[in-house]
């Protein structure tokens, strides 16, 4: 009976040692799970068909996953540049084309906008006319068979020099600029069946 106290005083000691780390175990979890949305918020754009990027000098290099099929996509960036985009993937006939352009390749998507499993790679080009107009260009899979450039429809709003993006915003191809009077307009792309194949329309959404 004589070490009863002693037994009871160093339970005591042992359990208010062990609630602190407790509470902070909690504390770090409800820490985490608010700041998780956050992250997700401020990144979202995905890098998931990003698998190489390069700008070396004057030259844009780009690999680009579009489901079974890989596109390598280069382009040695002078006032007039020639974009070269090759496939390997495609069953019945390869791609292989040179695309002349009046500016420079700065960025290069791969994106299923139409849902259809089949992706889509869009090239984004600026001009170098200190304009700031950025140009999209489109290549669309024909059920992994083969491949053929998509018709992009133009908006017919002037717009503010150098205010012009694009970008990927949760897998939407956007367009954002300041018009004439100043206001943002933000434009997100929607691809359809024409007869003679893919066209690409912009939508407003601001």
Not at 15 to 23: K, M
Not at 63 to 89: C, M, P, R, W, Y
Not at 156 to 183: C, I, M, S, W
Request: hydrophobic letters at 35%.
């Amino acid at each position: 009976m004589k070490y009863l106290p002693m037994f009871c005083f160093l339970l005591i000691v042992g359990c208010q040692e062990t609630n602190p780390d407790t509470n902070n175990a909690s504390d770090n979890q409800e820490i985490t799970s608010k700041e998780v949305p956050r992250q997700m918020q401020s990144n979202p754009t995905p890098a998931t068909n990003n698998i190489n990027a390069r700008i070396e000098g004057n030259t844009f290099r780009k690999t680009l996953i579009a489901g079974n099929v890989k596109f390598e996509v280069s382009s040695e960036n002078n006032d007039s540049s020639v974009i070269h985009v090759q496939s390997e993937g495609l069953s019945v006939r390869e791609y292989d084309q040179k695309i002349p352009v009046e500016g420079h390749l700065i960025n290069a998507f791969s994106l299923d906008l139409n849902h259809d499993d089949f992706y889509e790679i869009y090239l984004v080009v600026s001009a170098v006319d200190g304009s700031g107009r950025l140009e999209i260009l489109g290549i669309a899979s024909f059920n992994d068979k083969s491949a053929g450039e998509i018709h992009v429809k133009d908006i017919q709003v002037k717009r503010q020099p150098q205010t012009e993006k694009v970008y990927v915003h949760y897998g939407n191809l956007t367009r954002q600029f300041n018009d004439e009077a100043n206001q943002v307009q933000v434009y997100q792309y929607r691809l359809t069946k024409g007869e003679a194949g893919f066209i690409l329309e912009p939508v407003r959404t601001q």
